[in-house]
């Protein structure tokens, strides 16, 4: 049979490419990744393209005919039929977003005993002008703050158009602009009360100081915030514009007045101009100090580690040893501090968005340390920090070579135990891949499952939606592309934009005019430890959860076939936070529509970070929790909020409780690593990757 006939067009499954109806027999070896349109001849027609190559087979020797097919989204299937033997098993290999850099790399599986090596793609050539526009993109990523100048553009073209064609509503935000500029006029002439006008947010801390209720400055504030209001009403609300655009506009013009704010120059914040008159002008030079020690680190791309919370030193210091690792992960394991543990160990999967330590933080709030002391052998993943030459490590890759790899040693060393499987911000998304999958085949190895600020649903993310279109994600795969990672200033810039008055102008008020240090501490340490991100798991990332949400509708892959959360029937605790801007709690809240089990959801105060490191004190934030079963009626977030009873004090008591009722007795501890390791010669806690710049 010719592999080069004419077939209809391929059809996306389940994430892999299908022909419809066989080459040769039933069914198809099939073989799927990405490849830029544009590098191939497209003939016969301009959807399908094909390349047929003789390849020995190690048995028998037949040839192998391959046929490249192109689809609407630039994928390429590799069809595979071998002459006279009934085809394999479908292959699937994981998808790429590009092969330009690999010129097609061999791939190879192993299927039925035969080893397939894939066609040669050198033939392919990379078009230099896209490789042109891909740099050009990459040298604006920096001064575009990494947003797509294309999305920027699109958005705004949107509202600019729908506000144009809508005359009544433009006379509309004409009338209340002179209405706002006549009231402030009046209070300009007739002085009245502080605030009469407009009152800043209760979440809006720059006019808190009593200086800001004198004149002049109260009235300039209360201009600032009157035609902030303005802006607010004339980039929503208009008929048409796209609920995405609308979303961007509006954040994106707020980012833009948030720079004019009276607050963030010298000579009309109050509180600036009175720290120079009392320190007679030494806050400025010592802005100016700051200002200056600050360029240099940023023109040099270094980062000064404080000298106060050094890693095993200071913070990540509770004992324990490297047991397992790869080339992702080092494994640790926590050394027991009473006579006793629960039987069921405690397997913690951080996001590698972060260093793993912000769990093990000082001795007072370590969360490990807490755990250890009520009596659970903890394990910890540590994920190695990407460098350009982890590029191509994706999605799949980290949960192989780490949840599946940390469950596999981890049962290595508490033989025939149950674990109880904890993940945090994308480590716990990354273990709710890991547990439908499991739950498919029939793997029950999870005693339960533990979420900390994740998401499983990504269609209510927060403002981090904002950067999360086609014209975005293509932009920042440019910008991946050339470096091959997503680098430490991008991800923390991204995380600070979202609270940039927080972040960015407060910070800048402070250490850049009063003159003035934030005085150090290990959060602030560990924010400041930051990571690199894989070109290619964090497409993949962007593309399957964010941008398709494949996770939430079923289509997400693993091992060829997909995965659904409503396999998964492991009692779950969840815990979502009030404040978070990355992970919202009512899209953490989305797991009670997902997951077929028992679940345990817990709202606590503060955000992503500072909400989960929450130890007991008086301090506390307090919470809230209410079961519902797996069998149970589904309650919607603002009835929950409603019902859900309150408590005082820290989740961890509540979330301590909550595992040891599902554990068995107490039992001696387990030994320390692998059966056949020598315990003397494991490393120490916090082993290696963690330390890695």
């Not at 097919?69 to 033997?85: F, R």
């Not at 040298?139 to 705004?156: D, K, N, Q, W």
């Not at 909400?611 to 603002?638: L, N, R, T």
Request: some cysteine.
């Amino acid at each position: 049979m010719d592999s080069r006939r004419r077939h209809s067009a391929p059809a996306r499954t389940d994430g892999a490419m299908r022909v419809p109806g066989p080459l040769i027999g039933e069914p198809d070896c099939l073989v799927e990744f990405r490849i830029d349109c544009g590098r191939c001849t497209i003939s016969p027609s301009p959807r399908t393209v094909h390349f047929t190559q003789a390849h020995q087979l190690n048995h028998p020797a037949t040839p192998a005919a391959f046929s490249l097919i192109h689809d609407t989204e630039m994928t390429i299937a590799v069809i595979l039929s071998i002459d006279g033997e009934t085809p394999p098993a479908p292959v699937l290999l994981p998808r790429r977003p590009d092969v330009q850099r690999h010129e097609a790399k061999m791939l190879q599986k192993q299927v039925q005993g035969v080893s397939i090596e894939g066609p040669s793609l050198r033939s392919v050539r990379p078009s230099h002008a896209r490789d042109s526009d891909r740099a050009l993109h990459a040298t604006l990523a920096p001064l575009t703050g990494g947003l797509s100048p294309t999305a920027l553009s699109l958005a705004y073209a949107d509202w600019l158009s729908h506000l144009f064609w809508s005359p009544a509503r433009r006379l509309e935000l004409a009338h209340d602009a002179l209405g706002r500029a006549s009231r402030v006029t009046e209070a300009a002439l007739f002085p009245a009360a502080p605030w009469s006008l407009i009152a800043p947010q209760p979440q809006d801390h720059r006019f808190n100081a009593p200086e800001w209720q004198q004149p002049p400055f109260n009235l300039m504030a209360q201009s600032f915030l009157l035609a902030e209001e303005w802006w607010h009403g004339a980039t929503t609300g208009n008929r048409g514009v796209s609920r995405q655009n609308e979303k961007i506009v509006e954040f994106s013009t707020r980012q833009m007045l948030d720079v004019f704010a009276p607050s963030n120059f010298a000579g009309t914040n109050p509180e600036v101009i009175k720290r120079t008159l009392t320190t007679g002008g030494r806050n400025v030079a010592a802005g100016v100090h700051n200002w200056w020690e600050d360029l240099l680190h940023t023109v040099s791309n270094e980062v000064e580690p404080n000298p106060d919370f050094q890693v095993g030193h200071d913070v990540a210091v509770t004992p324990g040893k490297v047991v397992y690792s790869n080339d992702l992960i080092e494994l640790i394991q926590y050394a027991p501090v009473i006579s006793e543990v629960r039987p069921e160990p405690v397997l913690i999967v951080p996001a590698w968005i972060m260093k793993y330590y912000i769990l093990d933080l000082s001795p007072h709030n370590s969360l490990v340390k807490y755990l250890t002391e009520h009596g659970f052998t903890v394990f910890m993943v540590s994920w190695r920090n990407p460098t350009p030459k982890q590029r191509d490590v994706s999605l799949e890759d980290y949960r192989r070579q780490g949840v599946m790899a940390a469950l596999d040693a981890v049962g290595a060393i508490v033989p025939g135990q149950r674990v109880h499987a904890t993940g945090y911000c994308l480590g716990g998304t990354l273990l709710s891949i890991a547990a439908a999958a499991m739950s498919r085949d029939g793997d029950e190895r999870l005693k339960s499952i533990t979420l900390f600020a994740a998401q499983t649903d990504f269609t209510e993310a927060g403002e981090l939606t904002l950067f999360i279109n086609e014209s975005q994600v293509a932009f920042l795969e440019d910008v991946m592309w050339k470096r091959g990672v997503l680098d430490t200033t991008q991800m923390a810039g991204a995380f600070q934009i979202l609270r940039s008055n927080d972040l960015v102008w407060s910070r800048m008020v402070r250490e850049y005019l009063m003159g003035e240090r934030s005085t150090p501490n290990d959060l602030m340490a560990w924010n400041a430890d930051a990571t690199r991100m894989p070109y290619l798991m964090h497409s993949e990332y962007l593309r399957k959860l964010f941008l398709d949400n494949d996770l939430a509708e079923g289509r997400y892959i693993v091992d060829g076939k997909a995965i659904a959360l409503s396999d998964i029937h492991t009692p779950m605790f969840v815990v979502g936070t009030t404040r978070d801007h990355v992970a919202p709690w009512r899209s953490t809240y989305k797991i009670h529509l997902l997951a077929d089990a028992e679940i345990t959801f817990c709202l606590t105060g503060g955000g992503h970070n500072a909400g989960i490191v929450a130890p007991p004190s008086p301090k506390a934030h307090g919470y809230q929790v209410m079961v519902k079963q797996a069998d149970g009626p589904y309650v919607g977030p603002d009835v929950w909020l409603e019902e859900a009873p309150h408590a005082e004090g820290s989740w961890w008591t509540e979330w301590v409780h909550w595992l040891t009722t599902r554990s068995g007795a107490m039992v001696p501890p387990p030994r320390m690593g692998l059966p056949d390791a020598d315990v003397a010669s494991l490393p120490d806690a916090p082993g290696s990757y963690v330390l890695q710049p």
